[in-house]
């Protein structure tokens, strides 16, 4: 089971440092966690769990303004990254860029952590599985180190969350898809998570589904305290 807390535009140096050793004190050597603070708040200590981007620019460096390159996450052994987040895609980021971005990151042999899903009216219309398979066509389902995120959007940070057979049928029908072009072994390697208000009140009846691997967990893992009763469920 994996869990990874994306800790979205919070936390200073110092909150962070006080974060980190409280989720290290209370981890052991069978938790599979991944944080990803703002890039502020990135440290060279040693964690027992992993560091990851929340975003980068597809480049080892240059003349991007107000970008993270390759050379700079290196320096803090970062070797996760998110791609696709719907707050990114909201900000403007295309298909295009969010290829460029995967295409990169797999070439560096990151763990890409992509993110995938609907809004309400494609949600209430019934074209939940069509939209996804669409964003699912921009990048290469065969990547060894490729996580996929379903994040409903109409479930991030409004409270509302998917019903656990919701979550299950959506984790499915992505699992069917990559078994479709790649097969039942890359398919079933294939860790899928759920994001959109998990909290520690329904992780555990969302991660005991067959096809639900872990969670990307925003808001409920901006506070240690929060985020730890989730991993502690399993």
């Given at each position: 089971?994996?869990?990874?807390?994306?800790l979205?535009?919070?936390?200073?140096?110092?909150?962070?440092?006080?974060?980190?050793?409280?989720?290290?004190?209370?981890?052991?050597?069978?938790?599979?966690?991944?944080?990803?603070?703002?890039?502020?708040?990135?440290?060279?200590?040693?964690?027992?769990?992993?560091?990851?981007?929340?975003?980068?620019?597809p480049?080892?460096?240059?003349?991007?303004?107000?970008?993270?390159?390759?050379?700079?996450?290196?320096?803090?052994?970062?070797?996760?990254?998110?791609?696709?987040?719907?707050?990114?895609?909201?900000?403007?980021?295309?298909?295009?860029?969010?290829?460029?971005?995967?295409?990169?990151?797999?070439?560096?042999?990151?763990?890409?952590?992509?993110?995938?899903?609907?809004?309400?009216s494609?949600?209430?219309?019934?074209?939940?599985?069509?939209?996804?398979?669409?964003?699912?066509?921009?990048?290469?389902?065969?990547?060894?180190?490729?996580l996929?995120?379903?994040?409903?959007?109409?479930?991030?940070?409004?409270?509302k969350?998917?019903?656990?057979?919701?979550?299950?049928?959506?984790?499915?029908?992505?699992?069917?898809?990559?078994?479709?072009?790649?097969?039942?072994t890359?398919?079933?390697?294939?860790?899928?998570?759920?994001?959109?208000?998990?909290?520690?009140?329904?992780?555990?009846?969302?991660?005991?589904?067959?096809?639900?691997?872990?969670?990307?967990?925003?808001?409920?893992?901006?506070?240690?305290?929060?985020?730890l009763?989730?991993?502690?469920?399993?």
């Amino acid at each position: 089971m994996r869990f990874l807390a994306n800790l979205k535009c919070n936390h200073t140096r110092a909150s962070f440092a006080r974060y980190a050793q409280i989720l290290d004190a209370n981890l052991s050597a069978n938790n599979d966690v991944t944080v990803f603070p703002p890039f502020s708040a990135l440290d060279l200590a040693a964690h027992k769990f992993k560091l990851g981007a929340q975003n980068f620019y597809p480049c080892e460096s240059g003349a991007h303004t107000g970008e993270i390159g390759k050379a700079m996450l290196d320096e803090f052994g970062v070797k996760s990254v998110l791609i696709g987040h719907s707050e990114r895609r909201e900000l403007g980021e295309s298909e295009e860029l969010l290829r460029a971005k995967f295409d990169f990151a797999a070439k560096a042999g990151w763990q890409i952590v992509y993110c995938i899903g609907e809004n309400l009216s494609v949600n209430e219309a019934g074209g939940t599985k069509e939209f996804l398979a669409g964003q699912l066509k921009n990048i290469d389902l065969g990547y060894e180190r490729l996580l996929i995120a379903y994040e409903p959007v109409w479930a991030i940070g409004t409270g509302k969350t998917a019903t656990a057979a919701q979550a299950q049928e959506i984790h499915a029908h992505i699992r069917q898809t990559i078994a479709a072009k790649y097969g039942a072994t890359v398919a079933d390697a294939t860790s899928i998570l759920y994001g959109g208000s998990c909290n520690a009140g329904n992780a555990r009846e969302l991660f005991a589904n067959p096809d639900v691997d872990g969670g990307l967990i925003g808001g409920a893992s901006l506070e240690v305290e929060k985020f730890l009763p989730i991993i502690e469920a399993f």
